[in-house]
C-alpha cells in the first residue's frame, strides 16, 4: 500500500515537470512571435516630412530675407548662444561666456562640433561670420553693430570688444556661424556656393534644386538623437500657393502671421497652435503730465479700456491683449497685475482718492486748485488703425465721464511728438527684443517720462546679474512696481499661427524664435 502511495506521488511530479516544460517552451514561442511585431510597428513610423516656403531666396541664412527660411534655418546652422522655450538663453557652439568689463565679452567654443563636411569647427569661423555681418546687409547686422573688434585668444577662445557697454548684449550671440574654410576665396554674397552652404545642426543640405531643397541627417552632428532622417522643403511662388499645398496634406507644417489664414486653409482638419508675436502696441502716458502724473488716474485708466472689444472690432479676434513687454512667454515676465476691463472699479478708483464727478466731469481739488480729468492722445495719422484704436479708446473713457482729446498728427508731426516726448499721451508700437531688456520702456529716455528711483536701481543692478535666481528675483520686483505705477497701457500683440497635419507626431512647444525645438522627436504615422 505504501509503495504504490509513493508511486503515485512520483508521477504526479514528473506530470508537474512535464507541463512545466511544456508551459517553458510555448512561452517562449510566444515572445519569439512578439518580437517581429515590435520590430514592424517601428518599421511603419515614416522618418520623413514635408515643410514649405514661399518666394525663396537663398538657403543662406545670412542673407535670407525670408522668414520661413530663418526658421527652416535654425536645423541646419547654430549660433554661439540660442534661446529655448521660455526665451532663457543656453550656450549652443559656445562652451562658456563671460562678460569681463562693460565693453568686453569672452567666449570659448566647444572642441567636440565638426561642420557637416567633417572639418572641425574653429574660432576663426565665428570671427569670419561677424566680420561678414559688418559687411553685407543682413538680418543680423544689428546685431554686431556695436562690435568694434573680435580678436583670436587662443585655440578655442576669441574676444568681443563693443563700443559702449549694451545691455544683456550676449542675447545678440544668436546668429548662425559660417564657415570660414568653405567660403575662402569666394564673393560671400554671389558665390555658387551658396546654393548648399555647410553648417554644425541637427541636418544637413544634400541637394537645392529648382523646386525643392532636401535635407538629410548630419551625421556629424552628435548633441541629440533624431527620428526623421529626411526632410524636403519644396518651394512655391506665393503664400497662396504654400496655403493651399498644406490644405491639400502636402506640406505637414506651416506657419504664419497673416490673421486670415483659415480663409485659406479652412479651420478644420488639422493642428493649430497660437504663439506671441512680437508687434507690441500701447499708450504711453506721460507721467510729467499735471493729470497723469497722478498714479490713481492711471490705474483708473487700464481698468477704463476695453481691450478686447478693440481687437475683436478692429482685428478679428487675431491679436492679443498684452499688458506688458514681456509678457509674450519670457521667463522674466514677472506675475501679471489686475488689468481687467472694469469701468465701474476704474470710477470707484477716482473717488477713493478724492475725485468726484461734478458738472459731467471729473475734479479734484489739491492745494486750492481744481484739476479737470482730461487729456489728449496723440496718434498717427497714416496709420488707420490705430486711429480706430484712439476712437474706441475715447468712447470707453468718455463713457466713464474722462474727457478725451485725439490729435492725428501725420508723419513728421508725429515724430516730433516721440523725440520730444511732449505729448499726454501717445499711442505706439514696437518691435519686442528678444532680450529681457527693458530700456525702451525705463530708461532715462522712455515714452512716459517715467522715473522711479528703485526702478532705476534695478534696472542698473540687472545689467550684470547672470544668476537666473537672483535676475528673476530682479525682473520680480521689476513687475511689481510697473503694477503699481501703470507708466504704459498695454493694448496687444501681434501672433501667428503654426499649423500642422495630424499625422506629423511630437509635441511643437515653438516660439517666434524657434519652431523646431523639439523636432528631435518628431516622426510621421
Known amino acids: 500500500m505504501k509503495t504504490n502511495f509513493i508511486k503515485y506521488i512520483f508521477i504526479i511530479f514528473i506530470i508537474v515537470i512535464i507541463g512545466a516544460v511544456i508551459y517553458k517552451e510555448n512561452k517562449e514561442e510566444e515572445i519569439k512571435t512578439e518580437e517581429p511585431a515590435t520590430t514592424q510597428v517601428e518599421d511603419e513610423i515614416v522618418k520623413e516630412i514635408t515643410l514649405g516656403v514661399a518666394e525663396f531666396d537663398t538657403i543662406n541664412p545670412i542673407l535670407s530675407k525670408n522668414k520661413h527660411i530663418q526658421e527652416i534655418s535654425r536645423m541646419i546652422f547654430e549660433p554661439l548662444l540660442e534661446l529655448d522655450e521660455q526665451y532663457k538663453l543656453q550656450k549652443c557652439l559656445a562652451k562658456d561666456w563671460a562678460k569681463t568689463s562693460e565693453t568686453t565679452y569672452l567666449v570659448k567654443i566647444r572642441d567636440d562640433i565638426k561642420w557637416s563636411d567633417g572639418t572641425q569647427l574653429l574660432v576663426e569661423d565665428v570671427i569670419f561670420t561677424i566680420q561678414t555681418l559688418k559687411n553685407v546687409l543682413s538680418i543680423y ?23 559702449r557697454e549694451i545691455p544683456f548684449f550676449e542675447y545678440n550671440l544668436i546668429f548662425p556661424i559660417m564657415s570660414r574654410t568653405y567660403y575662402e576665396g569666394q564673393d560671400f554674397s554671389t558665390t555658387d556656393k551658396n546654393k548648399m552652404p555647410i553648417g554644425t545642426g541637427k541636418y544637413k543640405i544634400v541637394q537645392n534644386i529648382s523646386n525643392a531643397i532636401i ?19 519644396t518651394k512655391y511662388a506665393n503664400l497662396g500657393e504654400l496655403y493651399n499645398a498644406f490644405k491639400l496634406g502636402k506640406i505637414d507644417i506651416i506657419t504664419t502671421t497673416n490673421i486670415r489664414v483659415e480663409d485659406y486653409i479652412g479651420t478644420i482638419g488639422y493642428n493649430k497652435q497660437e504663439i506671441s508675436g ?14 497723469l502724473s497722478e498714479v490713481e488716474v492711471r490705474k483708473a485708466l487700464t481698468h477704463a479700456i476695453n481691450k478686447e472689444n478693440i481687437i475683436a472690432s478692429l482685428y478679428n479676434n487675431k491679436y492679443k491683449v498684452t499688458n506688458y513687454p514681456l509678457d509674450y512667454g519670457n521667463w522674466l515676465k514677472g506675475d501679471s497685475g489686475d ?15 478724492g475725485w468726484q464727478f461734478k458738472y459731467n466731469r471729473w475734479q479734484k481739488t489739491i492745494n486750492y486748485s481744481t484739476k479737470i480729468l482730461s487729456f489728449k492722445i496723440v496718434v498717427q495719422a497714416t496709420n488707420q488703425t490705430r486711429v480706430s484704436v484712439a476712437e474706441m479708446i475715447k468712447a470707453d473713457l468718455e463713457a466713464i465721464g474722462i474727457n478725451v482729446l485725439i490729435i492725428k498728427a501725420n508723419d513728421n508731426q508725429y515724430k516730433y511728438y516721440l523725440q520730444n516726448k511732449n505729448y499726454d499721451s501717445i499711442i505706439m508700437g514696437t518691435t ?21 528711483d528703485e526702478l532705476n536701481n534695478l534696472m542698473n543692478e540687472v545689467n550684470n546679474i547672470t544668476k537666473e535666481e ?12 510697473y503694477n503699481e505705477q501703470n507708466p ?33 522627436n518628431w516622426y510621421k504615422n
Not at 512680437?278 to 493729470?291: I, K, P, S
Not at 488689468?339 to 482718492?353: F, G
Request: proline fraction near 2%; charge should be negative.
Open 141 to 163: 547686422t544689428s546685431n554686431v553693430q556695436n562690435i568694434t573688434s573680435v580678436d583670436k585668444v587662443d585655440q578655442d577662445t576669441l574676444q568681443i570688444t563693443l563700443d
Open 432 to 452: 519686442l527684443s528678444l532680450s529681457p531688456n527693458l530700456e525702451t520702456y525705463f530708461g532715462s529716455s522712455n515714452y512716459a517720462n517715467f522715473s522711479n
Open 339 to 353: 488689468y481687467s476691463y472694469n469701468p465701474e472699479l476704474a470710477k470707484q478708483i477716482l473717488e477713493q482718492n
Open 278 to 291: 512680437r508687434e507690441f502696441d500701447f499708450l504711453a502716458l506721460n507721467t510729467q503730465n499735471t493729470v
Open 215 to 233: 535635407l538629410n541627417k548630419n551625421e556629424y552632428y552628435s548633441k541629440d538623437k533624431l527620428t526623421l532622417e529626411k526632410i524636403t522643403i
Open 470 to 481: 537672483l535676475l528673476q528675483e530682479k525682473y520680480n520686483r521689476i513687475r511689481e512696481i
Open 488 to 520: 504704459y497701457i498695454g493694448l496687444y500683440s501681434s501672433y501667428y499661427n503654426v499649423a500642422s497635419s495630424w499625422s506629423l507626431i511630437g509635441s511643437i512647444p515653438a516660439n517666434w524664435y524657434n519652431i523646431f525645438i523639439d523636432i528631435n
